[in-house]
């Protein structure tokens, strides 16, 4: 899944998503490594977490 223009993750490595009170999504990954999605790529995040 694409969450910004220069990052791609596994949907199986994403523990879980904040949304942060800018609006934006935090992505958590089973790492531990702690990413911020774009804006641009909110409505797709939001659909892909419906799944």
Request: no cysteine; charged share 20%; proline share 0%.
């Amino acid at each position: 899944m694409r969450i910004s223009s220069s990052e791609i993750v596994r949907i199986a490595g994403i523990k879980n998503f904040t949304l942060t009170k800018w609006g934006s999504f935090q992505v958590n990954l089973t790492t531990g490594t702690v990413t911020y999605a774009s804006r641009r790529y909110t409505q797709q995040i939001r659909k892909a977490a419906q799944l």
